[in-house]
């Protein structure tokens, strides 16, 4: 048997679903299965965390389906093995594809896929060196620290760059190809980036497509959508709008999203902040004034229309 040509410490080669505790019971029902993994408060989590993504959300709780019936597989001597749930993740930035991946990773952990159930979030620079003799060692201290749970790949087209001779980072994907294929019952990999490069990237590596067994595509937010993010992330900041604030939000989406580099929910919070700055800035002009929890809580549609967004769109 050929041995691998790369083993992280702490890992088994390979390894069998996670089997039930010593001395309990094993579970014989799907009921008994979320109630003793918990699995589903993670996904009323995922729901609460991220507007939309219907189609998201409905890959994960397919896959979740998966591993739960595998366990009671699993209690009948039917399983074997685990399987492959390497994915990759496609959308726009700000499209939720972390939040996913951290939620995926509690997932796989109480589900007893993976040991620890963290998340190890890299780009290339990560992984890659910029000499002879750097890319290996810095790529197996990486696998070694997501070992156990899941490593996401912000990027991940950028670890191949055919047009450099000299580059090192094809060394970092036979590193990780060997680590999915030999240790996939120990680390989830993720690679996530925008949907045509990263096509064209597994088109370049198919080592590497062929790992990937889930790839789910992140769409972007419509109007409603980002209105309502823009509430829940209001809300967690205790924030709210004041008569006629929602509505000038809606209004600078319209326009914002009609203009170039628009990252759906990172650019609403983006957009949030320079609101709260204006508000402080117009609650400060007034220093002798004693404010009421409704004046530091509550953003004016003057807050938002003094945006440049608005001016722009009058020149």
């Given at each position: ?22 001395g309990a019971p094993p579970a014989r029902t ?170 064209t990237f597994f088109k370049s590596n198919p ?109």
């Amino acid at each position: 048997m050929n041995q691998p040509l790369y083993t992280i410490p702490g890992a088994p080669a390979e390894a069998s679903v996670a089997a039930p505790l010593s001395g309990a019971p094993p579970a014989r029902t799907v009921a008994e299965v979320l109630r003793e993994s918990q699995v589903e408060s993670v996904m009323d989590e995922l729901d609460r965390d991220l507007v939309g993504l219907a189609p998201v959300k409905q890959r994960i709780r397919d896959i979740a389906a998966l591993l739960v019936i595998d366990k009671l597989r699993l209690n009948l001597g039917l399983a074997a093995q685990s399987p492959s749930l390497h994915m990759s993740f496609t959308g726009n930035p700000g499209t939720g594809k972390t939040t996913v991946a951290m939620r995926m990773a509690q997932i796989l952990h109480r589900l007893g896929y993976v040991r620890k159930g963290h998340l190890i979030a890299v780009t290339r620079d990560d992984l890659v060196g910029q000499y002879i003799g750097h890319t290996a060692p810095k790529t197996r201290e990486v696998l070694k620290k997501a070992m156990g749970g899941v490593l996401f790949i912000d990027e991940a087209y950028y670890l191949y760059r055919p047009e450099n001779e000299r580059d090192y980072g094809q060394e970092a994907i036979e590193i990780l190809l060997q680590v999915m294929e030999n240790q996939r019952d120990d680390l989830v990999v993720i690679l996530a980036g925008y949907r045509d490069r990263m096509d064209t990237f597994f088109k370049s590596n198919p080592g590497l497509s062929s790992r990937i067994a889930h790839h789910l595509d992140f769409p972007d937010y419509p109007h409603g959508e980002l209105l309502a993010i823009g509430d829940r992330m209001l809300a967690d900041m205790h924030y709210r709008f004041g008569p006629g604030g929602r509505e000038a939000f809606g209004e600078y989406l319209t326009l914002r999203l009609a203009q170039p580099h628009f990252a759906n929910a990172r650019s609403v919070r983006n957009a949030l902040d320079r609101m709260r700055l204006r508000q402080a800035s117009r609650l400060f002009a007034d220093r002798e004034r004693e404010f009421t929890r409704e004046d530091l809580t509550t953003l004016a549609p003057s807050d938002i229309r003094a945006s440049r967004v608005f001016s722009d769109a009058q020149s």
